[in-house]
Every structure is written in C-alpha cells, then in structure tokens.
C-alpha cells in the first residue's frame, strides 16, 4: 500500500513472459487504505490490458506476524488451492522462492534490489510529494494536497489561486458560483445547494490533474458562510460533498486590498461583516489556516512560502 510504479513495473515483466497472467490484489479490511480503492488503481492501471487479469483477494491470512516461512507455507496452501493450474509466480520479493517451493510452481524474480524502481510503499506513506514520480496516475489524487483560498468577496482569491498553481506548476479547482450565480444580490438559498455541489464535482475533476498540490478558489464553508449570512440558515449538503471538501490547509485573504465591484457582489458595505463572519467560522471549524496579506507581490511570495513550509518536507521535493 499504496499501489506504486515498482509494482507495475514487476507486472509488466510478469506479462511480457505468460500467456495469461493472474495479479493478486490481496486485501485485508483493517488496512488504511480501503481495500476496493487498492483495487480500482489496479484496475485503472491496467487498464483492460490483454492477457491480464486482477483479481481480489479478502482472505484473512498473516502478513508479518510470525516468520516469513510460516507465513509463505500458509499462503502457498492456499494459493495451491484456489490456483491449481498456475504454473509460475513472479515476485520482487525474498521469500518468493520460498512461497513457489511450497506451491511447488516455478519462481521467477524481478528487481529483488529495488535497482529498477527505487521506492516502496512505505516509502511513499512517509513522504509521497518525494516520491511523487513513483506514483501512478491513478493513486495520485489520494496524496495531493488541498489548499484552500478563502475569505469574503474580492480578497483576491481567484488570481492568487491561478499565480500558486503556475509557481506549483498545477491547476486550480476554479470558482463554480459565478455561472450559476450571475449576480449574488438575487441569490436564492437553492442556488448555494447547486454551488456546493459544483464546487465538489470540481475538486474530483481536477484532483487526477495536480501536480502534488490542488489550489481550490473557494470551499464548502464559503458556501455556508453565505448561507448564514444571507439567509440566516445552514447549508445541509450529502455526505460526498463534504468529503470532497477536505483540505491541508487554508489560506485566510485579508481584505487590505482595494475592493472591486465585478457587477456580481453584494458590495463593499457588506465587507466587513463578511470578513469577520468567514474569519470567526473558520476558526470555529477547526482548520489548519494561515493568514495572507499584503499588496499582490508580498501575497504571492509569502503564499507560496507557506504552502512550502506547511506541506512539503523539504525545498528538493519541488525541483
């Protein structure tokens, strides 16, 4: 766990030397990572590949709780078992041989040095923005990072938004409310319900895009924000649209900057009051925020300073 390059890698192999090949994607349910999403990235990653099949394994059999012949004597039975006709198992892995002896099947190693692919899955978990290039496509969106910018209206947050994703060199989870919304000032408590829902549908489109870090110009608690403000009620939404509504780290936009009227906002009498209500609801909330402020260079560069500092373990992480 997770599902890394090395392992495709071994794949490949395997394929390029069987006529049918059998990828065993076993599985157990109090691992951290949810045993169906290990399955789909398997999937996903294959890709229908011809000759392959994947299949999933939930059989509660030992890990590392005894020693590594007992644990491949007791998976060997049962693969024996369940796999009577298999003729080779390929592995990247010591006790392999010991597992085809008791299967008593051919063992055909690959890269048992790690020289090929040099990660592994628990290195990833410690630090996957250092092993992001080890990271298939379809594992990514489960490691990136999730930035929030938010504050009241024009605060600036749409053009720090795009200026981090270019200096990131990744894209932003844009702002869905301007298309639904045309003009805030005739907004309607169902049209917020719409602009959540929009907001989160972004997020999932954009998550597979990122490069380590999404940049999201705006969030669920926006949304409820506005819906206690204006209409002095709580935004309920379904369960999916607050969990695509998880973030690393917030950052605040203070309203020092010169406020503009795009034709959309409710206006500049209604800034203060939105500021101190986004401000008191995001410390309520309990999120990991920062506060940015300043005219647009010290914004941009002490942004990206804190994204930096707060997200990545260290500077070579971005090279």
Known sequence: MPLHNGHLALIRFAAARCRRLIVLVCTQRWEPIDPHLRFRWVEESLDGTP?????????????SDMPSAEI???????LADHYPHVEAVFTSESYGQELADEMGIEHVPFDIGRCGVPVSASA???DPMGNWQHIPPA?????????C???PESVGKSTLAEQLARRFDTVVASEQARGLIPDFRDCRYEDLIA????????????????????????????TQVYSRFLFHRELHVEPWVEECNRYDLHLFCENDIPYIQDGTRLGAGAQPALREAFLSALNDSGQR???????????????????KQRLFRSPHTLA
């Open 139 to 147: 594992v990514r969106p489960l490691f990136v990072k999730r930035v």
């Open 289 to 307: 925020h920062e506060v940015v402020t300043g005219q647009w260079h010290e914004r941009i560069d002490r942004a990206e300073e804190i994204v």
């Open 124 to 126: 990833i978990r410690d």
């Open 149 to 151: 910018l938010y504050g």
């Open 72 to 78: 491949s004597t007791i998976w060997g039975r049962y």
């Open 195 to 222: 602009v959540a829902e929009a907001q989160a549908r972004e997020i999932k489109r954009c998550l597979p895009r990122a490069n380590r870090v999404l940049f999201c110009d705006t969030d669920l608690l926006t």
């Open 51 to 63: 000759g392959i099949e994947v299949h999933h394994c939930t059989a509660e059999l030992p890990y």
